[in-house]
């Protein structure tokens, strides 16, 4: 299973980014989905995360300027940030839960990460 993210880039305090990430490979379903990030001489952190069902999970500081959503018939996510600030600086990266069989345990898989950096 791969996972390609893009649409990171540079953008001014104030400014909108999206995000996507698509899997693909041996895919029978995808559970949960989400977003984490890694700032520079951070750890990475859990920033939203979506269920197969639709039903999102945000991390306080985000909460009212990132929106998650998934289109799964793509086996895609996305991430939709507005108002970004400075501390939004990182790398992004996307992660999915993946199953190959309807009998498998499902495995998390990672994308390659993506930079956004919030600068004027």
């Known amino acids: 299973v791969q996972l390609q993210a893009s649409g990171g880039g540079l953008v001014q305090p104030g400014g909108s980014l999206r995000l996507s990430c698509a899997a693909s490979?041996?895919?029978?379903?995808?559970?949960?989905m989400g977003w984490y990030r890694q700032a520079p001489g951070e750890q990475r952190e859990w920033v939203a995360g979506?269920?197969?069902?639709?039903?999102?999970n945000y991390v306080g500081f985000v909460k009212g300027r990132f929106t998650i959503s998934r289109d799964n018939a793509k086996n895609t996510v996305y991430l939709q940030m507005n108002n970004l600030k400075p501390e939004d600086t990182a790398v992004y990266y996307c992660?999915?839960?993946?199953?190959?069989?309807?009998?498998?345990?499902?495995?998390?898989?990672w994308g390659q990460g993506t930079l956004v950096t919030v600068s004027s």
């Open positions: 490979g041996s895919i029978f379903s995808i559970n949960g």
């Open positions: 992660a999915a839960d993946t199953k190959y069989s309807s009998g498998s345990p499902p495995n998390k898989y």
């Open positions: 979506i269920t197969s069902g639709g039903t999102t």
